[in-house]
């Protein structure tokens, strides 16, 4: 009796000893497919979406993102419908070919984060799989305030529709 007691608290004290170690590469493996499978789900719109519509997947944090074309550059941005424009800041505006000295930041805009100032362009196109919009209005913040880029309301309300069920959201042209 005392052998078995001796066996079985010296295999717990082993496989617990080796807890941390397995733990950690159960926590790498998680890593390397948190920063990979977002990326390739959530940007590239699904390879069986007709023409015409693009597919994004939710992303781990309830978001749903991508690479968007804007004005010819790959942009990565959020979907959010609760923003009346395309969002984008300083850093953004001038990779699309906006001078940061042209760019007039008279208007009081809302954010999440409250009251800041803000510039009104228009983008040539915004682009997303076989989606192509034209003339979409957008507003700059000051990279202060605003570290990522939002796709709102001037983009969606172009499309002729948008649902968002079962983890996905289907954009149609």
Known sequence: MFARTLFTVMMLALSASQWPTIAEKVQ?????????????????????????????TMGRDGHYTGTFKMNGKPIDAMVDTGASRVTINVSTARRLGFSPAALDFRYQVRTANGLTKGAYVTLDRVEIGSIRVRDVEAVVLGDEALSSTLVGMSFMTKLKSYTAEKRTLRMIQ
Do not use: F, I, N, W
Request: glycine share 4%; net charge negative.
């Open 28 to 56: 790498a493996m998680l890593d390397e497919r948190e920063t990979a499978e977002p990326a390739a789900v959530a940007s590239k719109p699904a390879a069986s979406v007709p023409s015409g519509q693009t597919v994004l």
